[in-house]
């Protein structure tokens, strides 16, 4: 099935504009801490974000409300002495890799793949055992965030339930999930690994921007 096409609205980065491929998109926002960019399915609801404002639009997902000002202030603002992680893939399975930045400047901290056939549901939960062990090796007290509740569900119960089958194409990505797997058997931990409220703060800050 041929990939749909998105546009990418670039309201703050090196070029503001409309862009119809995330490489063009990446190239306009590199480099500029706090872009502000997202994707969209057709050029004309690029082109209506473009013209409106970036708040509106951040960490929103189809069929999303916007949350009451009540809501919002239950929820409170994000721990900024925190990692953040994400992963992200390119079809399911497809080419996926993940990261973990600092919360509060976006710097990027660590870092795997890409993997030629993986999921983001795995991505998700590499990239926190990841962090984890980044924390530990560190004896860092900074909490975790991670927008994927699969993945928090995977490491609490030390495993990682992927319905993907292993294959030559994909062992070292399996290799590494044993490695995990491992890891969180042998390595207890304190960090808080916390839920990151998308609706609240728009995407994670760890998002690789392809949504």
């Known amino acids: 099935m041929a990939k749909k096409a998105k546009f990418y609205t670039v309201w703050k980065g090196k070029r503001s504009g409309i862009y119809m491929s995330w490489d063009d998109c990446k190239a306009?926002?590199?480099?500029?801490?706090?872009?502000?960019?997202?994707s969209f399915a057709t050029f004309d609801m690029a082109k209506k974000a473009f013209n409106g404002n970036y708040e509106e639009y951040k960490g929103k997902k189809k069929g999303e409300t916007s949350l009451s000002s009540e809501q919002l202030l239950q929820i409170g603002k994000p721990n900024l002495h925190s990692i953040s992680v994400d992963a992200a893939s390119s079809g399911n399975p497809g080419v996926m890799e993940y990261q973990g930045v600092d919360t509060k400047t976006g710097k990027k901290l660590f870092g795997q793949g890409p993997f030629v056939q993986g999921t983001n549901n795995i991505g998700e939960f590499l990239a926190i055992v990841h962090g984890l062990a980044y924390l530990k090796e560190r004896k860092s007290d900074r909490v975790l965030y991670t927008d994927s509740?699969?993945?928090?569900?995977?490491?609490?119960?030390?495993?990682c339930n992927t319905k993907l089958a292993e294959t030559e194409k994909n062992k070292p990505l399996f290799d590494l999930i044993r490695r995990?797997?491992?890891?969180?058997?042998?390595n207890p931990h304190q960090t808080p690994i916390v839920k990151w409220e998308t609706?609240?703060?728009?995407?994670?800050?760890?998002?690789?921007?392809?949504?």
């Open 199 to 211: 609706k609240a703060w728009g995407e994670i800050p760890a998002d690789f921007g392809r949504k």
């Open 28 to 38: 306009a926002i590199s480099g500029v801490k706090g872009a502000q960019y997202k």
């Open 180 to 186: 995990a797997i491992q890891w969180l058997k042998s």
């Open 149 to 159: 509740r699969t993945a928090m569900s995977w490491v609490r119960k030390k495993t």
